[in-house]
Nanobody, 119 residues
Framework: QVQLVESGGGLVQAGGSLRLSCAAS????????MGWYRQAPGKERDLVAT???????NYADSVKGRFTISRDNSKNTVYLQMNSLKPEDTAVYYC?????????????WGQGTQVTVSS
């Protein structure tokens, strides 16, 4: 069983920055995809930024140019640097990892970390 542990959330003013971390309980190079999703109150969980196929990155249009996903394979950790934060970025941020094989797809989630951006 894979464990994903997020940290780094908090309260920040609009225009500020936060860095989220997601530490995995096993080597992250084994994942087919890994990244961040977020869920605001009353809304669906949406993709924020992910790595796929190794080093390919994908970003939601709403965060392009402001957020950067990165990874440290030696620490089994993925990061999300969030700059120029806006009140609409307020959500619970979840770390996600996916493994694919010929017989199964497994999806793992962290417990989530709250990010609140005040105006």
């Amino acid at each position: 069983q894979v464990q994903l542990v997020e940290s780094g959330g908090g309260l920040v003013q609009a225009g500020g920055s936060l860095r989220l971390s997601c530490a995995a309980s096993r080597s992250i190079v084994s994942f087919n995809a890994m990244g961040w999703y977020r869920q605001a109150p009353g809304k669906e969980r949406d993709l924020v930024a992910t790595f796929t196929s190794g080093s390919t990155t994908n970003y939601a249009d709403s965060v392009k140019g402001r957020f950067t996903i990165s990874r440290d394979n030696s620490k089994n950790t993925v990061y999300l640097q969030m700059n120029s934060l806006k009140p609409e970025d307020t959500a619970v941020y979840y770390c996600n990892a996916v493994t694919l094989s010929s017989w199964a797809k497994r999806v793992y989630w962290g417990q989530g970390t709250q990010v609140t951006v005040s105006s």
